[in-house]
């Protein structure tokens, strides 16, 4: 897809990684065993076979899925991280600090698809603070989740300036 530096994580920050070179592309996957895995409708994955991929903070544990693939997840906070099979690794999409660089091209296995994916943009849609009256603790929420960039010390330590943590909702 493109040559450049990409970074991400899972949601508590005790996994960081960084994507360079040959970025693949950037796919959904309908399968029942990736709706699973992401606790999810679908996963959304990028393929990473042809970059460079480090893991600069933290050790994945992973689930052998099956006798091919295993899946890899943060153990601390359960962010689903990768889909890996003999031929490469695939990171989930969303764990990227900027998923916006990341649209997918292709839908992988398209049998798996649940009847009412492809009208999920027909919903009616609401933004977060539109629920202020309903939930009122929004109004004062402190976010725990890793900002979307990379970080030298997480979890912030006393004294430390706060991360910037209006990215992220509940
Ligand atoms: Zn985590
Ligand atoms: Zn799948």
Same mark, same amino acid.
């Given at each position: 897809?493109?040559?450049?530096?990409?970074?991400?994580?899972?949601?508590?920050?005790?996994?960081?990684?960084?994507?360079?070179?040959?970025?693949?592309?950037?796919?959904?996957?309908?399968?029942?065993?990736?709706?699973?895995?992401?606790?999810?409708?679908?996963?959304?994955?990028?393929?990473?076979?042809?970059?460079?991929?480090?893991?600069?903070?933290?050790?994945?544990?992973?689930?052998?899925?099956?006798?091919?693939?295993?899946?890899?997840?943060?153990?601390?906070?359960?962010?689903?991280?990768?889909?890996?099979?003999? *031929?490469?690794? +695939?990171? =989930?999409?969303?764990?990227? !600090?900027?998923? %916006?660089?990341?649209? #997918?091209?292709?839908?992988?296995?398209?049998?798996?698809?649940?009847?009412?994916?492809?009208?999920?943009?027909?919903?009616?849609?609401?933004?977060?603070? *539109?629920?202020? +009256?309903? =939930?009122?603790?929004?109004? !004062?929420?402190? %976010?725990?989740?890793? #900002?979307?960039?990379?970080?030298?010390?997480?979890?912030?330590?006393?004294?430390?300036?706060?991360?910037?943590?209006?990215?992220?909702?509940?």
């Amino acid at each position: 897809m493109s040559d450049a530096v990409f970074t991400g994580g899972c949601q508590c920050g005790a996994i960081r990684f960084k994507v360079s070179g040959e970025v693949g592309i950037a796919s959904i996957c309908h399968c029942r065993m990736c709706q699973k895995a992401f606790g999810n409708y679908f996963a959304a994955l990028v393929d990473t076979r042809e970059a460079e991929l480090v893991w600069t903070r933290g050790e994945l544990k992973h689930f052998h899925s099956s006798n091919h693939v295993r899946r890899g997840f943060c153990g601390s906070c359960g962010t689903p991280m990768t889909y890996e099979a003999d *031929d490469g690794v +695939a990171v =989930a999409a969303g764990a990227f !600090d900027d998923p %916006s660089q990341l649209r #997918p091209v292709v839908q992988f296995g398209i049998e798996g698809k649940l009847p009412f994916v492809d009208r999920l943009h027909e919903l009616p849609g609401r933004h977060t603070m *539109d629920d202020i +009256a309903a =939930a009122p603790f929004l109004s !004062d929420i402190i %976010s725990y989740q890793h #900002p979307d960039h990379d970080t030298k010390v997480w979890p912030p330590q006393r004294g430390e300036p706060e991360p910037d943590n209006k990215e992220g909702k509940a």
